[in-house]
């Protein structure tokens, strides 16, 4: 079974950039996660879909990041412009159920490591 | 403000012996659970969990423990092995589908 699959795995661009990373969660899931790992604040939830909707998008740090789930199969994660504090590893998550429940745990992709130079 | 928080950013155990990680939290309304392990390089895996009406949970050389009260909880693992060696995460959620992790404590087997 292929597992949530991120891309891309490495992002290096110049700040003022659009970035636009990449996820296809685990087919039959019907939740989907945003987050940001930093060493300061660890895992950071950022938005979360349920059946392609957002549901909760408190945790998008402000307006230069967006996100997008068109479909079951497919979100993105958009940060325009991009700037220096953004570096940090994105991770998608997605699990069976509604919200975050542990009951139903998440499965991770393999994250996307973004350095905003 | 940090509600989940792992007070050690890191840990160095020998083989064979007890791992002890902690987690403290600070919402009330958190009922459930969790820990994930996190490889370099790879994205975090379940690893288990435990519900607020429980106090121990144990799946083989992993149990966690809960102490309500005290809003603590902490993962043993024995016997620590090599390839246990990873970052180990924290979580906590609330019915309202809040859920909350720590920032991480890297945990180091020696052989």
């Known amino acids: 079974d292929a597992g949530v699959i991120q891309s891309p795995r490495h992002e290096v661009t110049e700040m003022g950039q659009e970035v636009t990373l990449r996820c296809k969660p685990i087919?039959?899931?019907?939740?989907l996660f945003w987050y940001r790992q930093t060493m300061m604040r660890g895992l950071e939830l950022l938005i979360y879909f349920n059946n392609n909707v957002p549901i909760d998008d408190s945790g998008m740090p402000e307006d230069r990041f967006s996100a997008k789930m068109p479909n079951a199969s497919f979100s993105t994660l958009k940060i325009q412009p991009s700037e220096p504090r953004d570096s940090a590893v994105y991770f998608c998550a997605s699990s069976f159920g509604l919200g975050q429940r542990a009951n139903r745990p998440q499965h991770f992709g393999d994250g996307t490591r973004l350095s905003i130079l | 403000d940090q509600q989940v928080k792992q007070n050690s950013p890191s840990l160095s155990v020998q083989e064979g012996r007890i791992s002890i990680l902690n987690c403290d939290y600070t919402?009330?309304?958190?009922?459930?659970f969790l820990w994930y392990k996190k490889y370099p390089a790879e994205g975090p895996t379940f690893l288990i969990s435990i519900s607020s009406i429980k106090d121990k949970n144990e799946d083989g050389r992993f149990t966690v423990f809960l102490n309500k009260s005290a809003k603590h909880l902490s993962l043993h693992i024995v016997p620590s092995q090599p390839g246990d060696s990873a970052v180990y995460f924290c979580?906590?959620?609330?019915?309202?589908?809040?859920?909350?992790f720590g920032a991480g404590t890297r945990l180091t087997v020696k052989p």
């Open positions: 919402n009330s309304m958190f009922d459930y």
């Open positions: 979580a906590a959620s609330a019915s309202n589908n809040d859920m909350r």
């Open positions: 087919s039959g899931h019907n939740s």
